[in-house]
């Protein structure tokens, strides 16, 4: 007689915000009405890559076959083409899948992958076209003399002061905290 082994499914939450002064409660509030038993993991970290994303590149490692990882909203995962197509090649991979809850997507079937994808290209057009306002509104408050950029971090009469003291560019940054390069260039400024 054959035994035949059952894969137990694990259903795994992502819940992301970036700011620490955000919380993910209605995220998990969702995740947790249509998945009770949800293993789910929090993180604070900006979307718009995969970098610096430890919560989430753990979730990725420990996923297996049979398993789903859970998001509330697509903008919660990825917020450009690149990292949606790598974490779904990924879980693809493992035949584990996405769902996305707000938006009703699953890539376990031909029509959700389909889906996702192109709302994936409309979030990151949205992006884009955020960034372009950005950059646009900067643009005329140079013009009109209202934008000073951002505030200096560094006291550049201090890095001055301590060369002339004597000290090495090395020592003046691990003294104030700040990388060497920033040294170099405010005393070549």
């Known amino acids: 007689m054959e035994r035949i082994e059952a894969i137990s499914m694990t259903t795994f939450a992502y819940c992301r915000v970036s700011?620490?002064?955000?919380?993910?409660?209605?995220?998990?509030?969702?995740?947790?009405?249509?998945?009770p038993d949800a293993v789910v993991r929090h993180e604070k970290a900006s979307g718009t890559t995969r970098d610096g994303r430890e919560v989430l590149s753990l979730l990725l490692d420990m996923i297996g076959q049979g398993?789903?990882?859970?998001?509330?909203?697509?903008?919660?995962?990825?917020?450009?083409?690149?990292?949606?197509?790598?974490?779904?090649?990924?879980?693809?991979?493992?035949?584990?899948?996405?769902?996305v809850l707000d938006q009703r997507i699953d890539t376990s079937t031909a029509s959700g992958r389909a889906f996702l994808q192109m709302l994936?290209?409309?979030?990151?057009?949205?992006?884009?076209?955020?960034?372009?306002?950005?950059?646009?509104?900067?643009?005329k408050a140079k013009r009109e003399g209202k934008y000073?950029?951002?505030?200096?971090?560094?006291?550049?009469?201090?890095v001055k002061r301590l060369k002339n003291s004597g000290m090495r560019p090395t020592d003046i940054a691990k003294k104030l905290g700040i990388g060497r390069t920033s040294v170099y260039r405010l005393l070549e400024a």
């Open 148 to 158: 000073q950029g951002r505030r200096r971090s560094i006291d550049a009469e201090e």
């Open 19 to 35: 700011t620490l002064d955000q919380h993910t409660g209605i995220q998990e509030e969702a995740i947790k009405k249509a998945y």
């Open 120 to 139: 994936g290209v409309f979030a990151e057009f949205e992006t884009n076209l955020r960034k372009e306002r950005q950059l646009a509104g900067i643009e």
């Open 67 to 99: 398993d789903k990882l859970v998001v509330w909203k697509l903008d919660r995962l990825a917020r450009n083409m690149n990292d949606l197509t790598g974490i779904v090649d990924s879980l693809e991979s493992k035949r584990a899948s996405l769902e």
